[in-house]
Structure formats: C-alpha cells, structure tokens
C-alpha cells in the first residue's frame, strides 16, 4: 500500500480473517464499477478518478492479503 496506514485499517489487517471476510471485501471491490459510473455521471476530472484509483488499490491490496492470510492458514 501507499503511504500510511489509518489505525482502523492496521487493526482490521492484524485480526484473523476468515472465508467470510474475504467475500465480504470481494463484494466491495466489486463497486469499483458503480463509483466510475458514477463519477462519469457527475463529469469527475482526472483527478477525481486518480483518488478513486488509489482508494481502491488499497481495498484490492487488503483483499489480496487476507487470501494470501486464509492460503498461509490453509483455510483455502
């Protein structure tokens, strides 16, 4: 990820995660296309997609590392 990480977000990552959580955050990625939809809609500038871009790498990398977290612990 980039830049620092907010306290909730360090707490959430440290918890064990399960199968559960990693539908739930695939389900959240899976917004990326409404929010550019949107963002279309309201005439968002280039910079506005670039803060969405960042936002959402940061929910596919913590997506990425429960699955590796459920792979390591063999619950995959």
């Given at each position: 990820m980039h830049g620092e990480t907010p306290a909730t977000e360090t707490?959430?990552?440290t918890k064990t995660r399960?199968?559960?959580d990693l539908e739930q955050?695939?389900?959240e990625c899976w917004k990326v296309v409404n929010d550019i939809q949107l963002y279309i809609a309201q005439g968002a500038q280039t910079k506005d997609f670039n803060v969405l871009a960042e936002y959402y790498e940061r929910k596919f990398d913590r997506l990425w590392d429960?699955?590796?977290q459920l792979v390591h612990t063999k619950q995959l």
């Open positions: 707490t959430e990552m399960d199968r559960f955050e695939i389900l429960t699955f590796e």
